[in-house]
């Protein structure tokens, strides 16, 4: 059976990374629609109206306007922005977040796609927070460092353009990124998590820490405590990996650049196990695991197909 697939915002950066893994697929069809008209909203109604399914890459404002020219019921929509990620009808396209998610996005019609940033950190906080170790008000601070791909072409074109691009800029002063009520909500924290991001140098890449005073914490639980309850979480799972202790134990540096081109998330527990204090690390590719890898592995799951295909 081949499925009609529209790509709204097909020429951007998680766009054309989305193609690029699709590419080649025979149970696939798509509607493009050139450069000349992919802004042109009649042609982009009647493309969404025509496909069985829509990854929708684009902006907040135009993602939103996308998605109320749609009304076609039997049409599906990933949506890649930030615009609906805590809205009413919309399912959270993270499939390892929980058991039964997975079958949730295979029955959805609208699931959004998380933000690379907030992958992260709630794949290390959300088992915490379930299995009571974090408490749901505590104050949760969260360190970020991105490629600048993240910032889509806009940033790009800064770094690249540039004689003498800053090696790394801390952003997000105000406090007020646009990730923190989707991480706050799907990670299970009633408290707004203090998130400080940052962007380096390089294209294409991640690391999303979360440091804890585990003796601090109401049951003071240890190093390998917290490192069974991820594992636990994550057991089986085709792309969320816990590194053992021994492992994270031997490392003495982290490459955000470790799993570009896949759609795989690592997470570290990093401490002295005698120690009260933890540092988890969540390595990411910002547009795999956390932006284009992430959409395919949800387009997968809602055609009723291996989630893996077409992925590594
Ligand atoms: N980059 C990343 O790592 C991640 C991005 N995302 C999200 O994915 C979405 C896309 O981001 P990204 O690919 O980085 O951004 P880009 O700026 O690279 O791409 C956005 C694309 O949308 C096109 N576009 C803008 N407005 C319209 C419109 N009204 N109609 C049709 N096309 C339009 C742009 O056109 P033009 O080429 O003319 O500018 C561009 O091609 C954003 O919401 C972003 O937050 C999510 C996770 C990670
Ligand atoms: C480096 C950089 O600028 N990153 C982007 C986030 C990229 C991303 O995840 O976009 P979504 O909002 O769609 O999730 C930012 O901080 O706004």
């Known amino acids: 059976m081949t499925h009609t697939i529209f790509i709204d915002g097909e020429a951007g950066t998680t766009g054309l990374e989305i ?3 699709l590419d080649g697929r025979g149970d696939l069809q798509f509607i493009s629609l050139g450069d000349e008209r992919r802004k042109d ?13 829509v990854i929708l890459c684009l ?5 939103i306007e996308a998605v109320a ?6 049409t599906r929509v990933i949506d890649a922005s930030t615009a609906f990620r805590t809205a009413e009808g919309w399912t959270y396209g993270f499939a390892e977040m929980d058991h039964g998610q997975r079958a949730a996005i295979g029955r959805a019609t609208r699931v959004s796609n998380p933000g690379c940033y907030p992958t992260g950190f709630i794949g290390l906080m959300r088992p915490l927070i379930m299995a009571g170790l974090v408490p749901a008000d505590w104050p949760v601070s969260v360190n970020a460092v991105s490629g600048y791909s993240g910032g889509g072409k806009a940033m790009i074109a800064e770094f690249e353009a540039s004689d003498r691009p800053q090696p790394f800029r801390a ?3 105000s406090l007020m990124h646009k990730h ?13 998590v203090l998130f400080a991001p940052a962007v380096g140098n390089y294209r294409q890449g991640m690391l999303v820490e979360v440091s804890l005073h585990l003796a601090a914490l109401p049951g003071m639980p240890t190093l390998e405590v917290v490192h069974s309850v991820l594992s636990d979480a994550y057991a089986g799972s085709r792309f969320v990996e816990v590194v053992s202790l021994e492992a994270t134990e031997a490392m003495t540096g982290l490459d955000p650049e470790g799993l570009n081109g896949t759609n ?7 401490g002295d196990r005698r120690g009260g204090q933890a540092r988890l690390v969540a390595l990411l590719d910002n547009l795999g695991k956390g932006a284009s890898g992430a959409a395919v592995q949800n387009l997968n799951i809602m055609l009723g197909l291996d989630e893996g295909t077409a992925l590594t």
């Open 264 to 270: 795989r998330m690592r997470l570290h527990v990093f």
């Open 19 to 21: 193609r690029q893994r």
């Open 180 to 192: 923190v009520p989707e991480m706050t909500r799907h990670a299970g924290l009633s408290r707004d």
């Open 69 to 74: 020219m749609i009304d076609n019921p039997k």
């Open 59 to 63: 902006p907040d404002a135009a993602a």
């Open 41 to 53: 909203a009649a042609a982009r109604r009647d493309a969404m109206n025509a496909a069985d399914a």
């Open 171 to 173: 952003y997000g002063l």
